[in-house]
Nanobody
């Protein structure tokens, strides 16, 4: 499984960005996919996580990004997106896309920062600065 993130950039506070993650496998093959981030000197933390029961998808968000970030997907393109608005300097980090081919509950991954996910992208840098 290969994941490739893109879209990171330097943006001013209050600005917006859209990150993309392209997967080498179809959404039919994974159970969970999420966005995570790691800032310098800090532990990795979850941003958003989507999971499926085989019929529907449910998305979870970290409290710090609720109302500002939106995760979406285009399964026909094997892509997931992270729309980010009202960015602030605390959002500065490397953002990673990660997935699991076996069930991995998002309620756990949101708390543990993605421990247990099998496949990770290389990350894309988001910098929020005046």
């Amino acid at each position: 499984v290969r994941l490739v993130e893109s879209g990171g950039d330097l943006v001013q506070p209050g600005g917006s960005l859209r990150l993309s993650c392209t997967s080498s496998v179809s959404a039919r093959d994974y159970y969970t996919i999420g966005w995570f981030r790691q800032a310098p000197g800090k532990e990795r933390e979850a941003v958003s996580c989507s999971e499926t029961n085989g019929r529907t998808w449910k998305t979870y968000y970290a409290d710090s990004v609720k109302g500002r970030f939106t995760m979406s997907s285009d399964h026909a393109k094997n892509e997931v997106y992270l729309e980010m608005i009202n960015l602030n300097p605390e959002d500065t980090a490397v953002y990673y896309c990660a997935t699991a081919l076996s069930p991995a509950p998002c309620v756990v991954l949101i708390r543990n920062g993605g421990v247990g996910l099998d496949y990770w992208g290389q990350g894309t840098q988001v910098t929020v600065s005046p």
